[in-house]
């Protein structure tokens, strides 16, 4: 089956430092990435849709700015988040939709603590 | 209005028993499909089922069927002979329009599951 590939999975970083985190789909071709911040024992919030070629739509309360995302091509896309603080400290999960059948692939998500 | 409602944090089962996870919807596009997910503790989501709206008959995978009421808008997930690894969190989420749009999926809060052996 389709497969996205995510990394890294998981990553410590000092306040004030940058993290970049990979999605690539293995074996189709994503036009769409879908990135998701979720919180201990809460749900997955949608941050931003990520569209191969142009630029990516934010949901509200997102700073631009602060999470960039990318997408370069049509099998990678990333979310950098910039200058991170304690509070980005969350899970971050990657998704593509596939098309055909059952649509959407997850990532693995990536465990991000910043110290 | 919440798309996707979940109104049990969380649920207890018995090892074998069956188990029914709670899931409604709102939404009014007459194309939508909705999804069960399970996340184990390592945080990845595993689908488990999917529904079409216009899907006749309620979707089954396995130990794991759809109960899926279009007028109530409910789409409950019963899990049946429940086993030690289905302890994880299941969420219930909703994608409108057709299934090759790429739209994006609303979740739901989740359901912490605990099987007890």
């Known amino acids: 089956g389709a497969v996205v590939s995510q990394h890294p999975s998981r990553v410590i970083c000092k306040s004030g430092t940058s993290v970049k985190i990979e999605c690539r789909s293995l074996?189709?071709?994503?036009?769409?990435m879908f990135w998701y911040r979720q919180f201990p024992k809460q749900s997955l919030m949608l941050m931003a849709t990520?569209?191969?070629?142009?630029?990516?739509?934010?949901e509200q309360g997102v700073e631009k700015d602060k999470f960039l995302i990318n997408h370069a091509s049509l099998t990678l896309s990333t979310l950098t988040v910039t200058s991170a603080h304690p509070e980005d400290s969350s899970f971050y999960i990657c998704?593509?939709?596939?098309?055909?059948?059952?649509?959407?692939?997850f990532g693995s998500g990536t465990r991000l603590t910043v110290v | 209005a919440q798309k996707i409602t979940q109104t049990q944090p969380g649920m207890f089962v018995q090892e074998k028993e069956a188990v029914t996870l709670d899931c409604t919807y709102d939404?009014?596009?007459?194309?939508?499909?909705l999804f069960w997910y399970k996340q184990p503790s390592s945080g990845e989501m595993i689908f488990l089922i999917y529904q079409g709206s216009y899907d006749q008959q309620n979707a089954t995978e396995g130990r794991y069927s759809l109960n899926f009421q279009k007028a109530r808008k409910s789409a409950n997930l019963v899990i049946s002979a429940s086993q030690l690894g289905d302890s994880a969190m299941y969420f219930c989420a909703m994608r409108e329009g057709r299934l090759d749009t790429g739209n994006q999926f609303y979740f739901g809060t989740g359901t912490s599951l605990t099987v007890i052996p």
């Open positions: 998704s593509a939709p596939q098309g055909a059948a059952y649509g959407y692939t």
């Open positions: 074996d189709f071709q994503a036009t769409t």
């Open positions: 990520s569209n191969e070629g142009s630029k990516a739509t934010y």
């Open positions: 939404t009014s596009d007459p194309s939508y499909g």
